[in-house]
């Protein structure tokens, strides 16, 4: 019951540090002068993947590899398979001509840089450091195209800021929020990866379980509400965006910094390597057809965005205590679903259609 009380503290206490860095920081950046459309790029960009960095830097510094990258890894697996699918089951989603073009290539391209550098065993200072400035990189080739966009763009974005409410108004409010967002963050992380690893201990699992399932789970909170509030309004193209923004800097930003602050290294544990890295490559490049050649998800897609991670999940726990279904789960992934998938990515392939321009 401890245990489960800090976890519970953990998620509470990174949530409400986000919210509250993200609107101290906002607000803060909106008195000197900064376009809401660059504070969007930036601050509220970061803030929803504060968790995530926060968690793998504290789990880094603790010497808990497998929580740092199984957080990582099981985040972008729930972002696609189940933070789209139950998106897209709520509405069918739009994909902006942009996100395809842009957007989706970078995370791919991400994804491919990381798994290389993963396949040796060991995320060094070199490239960790690399991703991180690649997240800066980024970051900036954002704000310069934000200066080319067009007025509704500008004007979607000042709709992300926070609703000025008054009391936030005086720039020692906004510092005394970043400063109480920070500490929150800061002791959020660090309850709910104890709460983590005691889990393990607990249920008698590796800590990489509870960080690919309950933890990536809980740090991506935030991004499900937003991607959910985004597809119940009717904003579809913004739950996509979210969900491709997120995974790029979850990839770059918490794995580069949470490199960084290791004390030796951030060793790859070898299950990630033979499955769990494989899901999530194969999850995000699953989104290339649809987004290609359809510039939409329709809800039979979410659906099997859904079951998919119904499925994966179901492996993990398998795996974790080695059952006897086991064997013949993985067959049946393995021989039926991976090939009626992929014949099925094959069949949108020869049905496309040229997608609307915009």
């Not at 000042?158 to 500490?183: I, N, T, Y």
């Not at 002791?187 to 933890?215: C, M, P, Q």
């Not at 990839?251 to 390597?273: E, N, R, T």
Request: charged fraction near 10%.
């Amino acid at each position: 019951m401890t245990t489960l009380l800090l976890f519970i503290a953990g998620l509470a206490g990174l949530g409400i540090g986000a919210e509250l860095l993200v609107r101290g920081s906002a607000k803060l950046a909106l008195s000197f002068g900064i376009s809401p459309l660059v504070v969007g790029l930036t601050i509220v960009a970061f803030g929803t993947s504060a968790p995530e960095m926060a968690v793998g830097a504290s789990a880094a510094l603790a010497g808990q590899n497998d929580v740092a990258i199984g957080n990582v890894v099981g985040s972008n697996i729930f972002n696609v398979l189940f933070i789209l699918g139950i998106s897209a089951l709520i509405t069918p989603l739009a994909v902006h001509a942009q996100v395809v073009r842009q957007e989706v290539p970078i995370m791919l391209a991400a994804t491919l840089l990381f798994v290389l550098f993963a396949l040796g065993g060991e995320i060094v200072l070199w490239e960790a450091a690399l991703l991180f400035l690649l997240l800066i990189a980024y970051t900036a080739f954002l704000i310069l195209q934000s200066r080319r966009q067009t007025r509704a763009t500008t004007d979607e974005f000042a709709g992300e800021m926070p609703p000025d409410s008054g009391w936030d108004r005086h720039w020692s409010v906004q510092c005394a929020l970043v400063v109480v967002g920070l500490v929150l963050l800061v002791a959020g992380s660090d309850w709910l990866v104890t709460a983590a690893v005691e889990f393990a201990r607990h249920l008698g699992v590796s800590e990489l379980v509870i960080a690919l399932t309950l933890v990536a789970a809980g740090t991506s909170l935030p991004e499900v509400a937003a991607s959910i509030m985004a597809a119940v309004r009717g904003q579809r193209d913004i739950a996509v965006g979210n969900v491709v923004g997120s995974n790029v800097f979850n990839l770059l930003g918490c794995v580069g910094i949470a490199g960084l602050v290791a004390p030796s290294g951030l060793q790859v544990a070898p299950s990630i390597l033979q499955v769990d890295l494989w899901v999530m490559a194969a999850s995000l490049f699953a989104c290339l057809p649809i987004f290609a050649f359809r510039y939409e998800i329709a809800r039979w897609q979410g659906g099997l965005f859904f079951a998919g991670y119904v499925a994966y999940t179901v492996y993990v726990i398998l795996a974790a205590q080695q059952h006897p279904a086991l064997g013949g789960f993985s067959q049946i992934m393995l021989w039926g679903v991976l090939p009626l998938t992929a014949l099925l990515m094959l069949w949108m392939f020869a049905r496309r259609r040229p997608p609307d321009q915009g």
